[in-house]
Nanobody, 121 residues
């Protein structure tokens, strides 16, 4: 079992930055972490993911603007979002999935409650 609690969402103007954080508890070793988002009327989509070994992958929309990182000692994962656009407005979810070292799983079973990010134009 993995418990996840997100923080750091809010309202920001276009071009601004936000940093989301997710604190994990329970099983925290050999876990791939991810950030997803869901806009109204849209499907939930992967924004970025990071393996237990630090490998990362990003959605095309996030490349060059967002950075995912993790602190294994503190069991946290963060998403630094720069150059935000109105289309980044969504509820952002932290997710976790036990996985072998440096494997990106096909599904995530553990989710946080979500945090709202709103980017005004």
């Amino acid at each position: 079992q993995v418990q996840l609690v997100e923080s750091g969402g809010g309202l920001v103007q276009a071009g601004g930055s936000l940093r989301l954080s997710c604190a994990a508890s329970g099983r925290t070793f050999s876990v791939t972490m991810g950030w997803f988002r869901q806009a109204p009327g849209e499907q939930r989509e992967l924004v970025a993911a990071i393996t237990s070994g630090g490998m990362t992958k990003y959605a095309d929309s996030a490349k060059g603007r967002f950075t995912i990182s993790r602190d294994n000692a503190r069991n946290t994962v963060s998403l630094q979002m720069n150059s935000l656009k109105p289309e980044d407005t969504a509820v952002y979810y932290c997710a976790a999935q036990p996985a072998p070292y440096n494997v990106f799983p096909s599904r995530f079973d553990y989710w946080g409650q979500g945090t709202q990010v709103t980017v005004s134009s």
